[in-house]
Nanobody, 126 residues
Framework: QVQLVESGGGLVQAGSSLRLSCAASGRTFSTYAMGWFRQAPGKEREFASAITRIGDRTYYADSVKGRFTISRDNAKNTLYLQMNSLKPEDTAVYYC???????????????????WGQGTQVTVSS
């Protein structure tokens, strides 16, 4: 199995940028496709972005497309999410997740991702 720890969240103003990191330990990081999800207060956890095992394909929710960039460094066992042009509606707890599933990883519902981090809070003020 793999253990995931997110970092990089914080309080920023609208229009700012943040970079989230997710450090993985345990089983070989490159075994897993990785994703970022977010959950705002009173809302369900939603998909934000995902990346394949070797990083050759990336997926984004429409709400973040063009503003967020997912990447990974398999040599450092780390997943990233670069978030630009942040909006107040991006405020949420952000979670990284891992899955051994194949195929269209963006279509995998949250409940079917096998491993999760503890989350990092991102707050965007207007």
């Amino acid at each position: 199995q793999v253990q995931l720890v997110e970092s990089g969240g914080g309080l920023v103003q609208a229009g700012s940028s943040l970079r989230l990191s997710c450090a993985a330990s345990g089983r070989t990081f490159s075994t897993y496709a990785m994703g970022w999800f977010r959950q705002a207060p009173g809302k369900e956890r939603e998909f934000a972005s995902a990346i394949t095992r070797i990083g050759d394909r990336t997926y984004y929710a429409d709400s973040v497309k063009g503003r967020f960039t997912i990447s990974r460094d398999n040599a450092k066992n780390t997943l990233y999410l670069q978030m630009n042009s942040l909006k107040p509606e991006d405020t949420a707890v952000y979670y990284c997740a891992a899955t051994i599933a194949l195929g269209n990883i963006a279509a995998i519902p949250p409940g079917h991702w096998g491993y999760w981090g503890q989350g990092t809070q991102v707050t965007v003020s207007s």
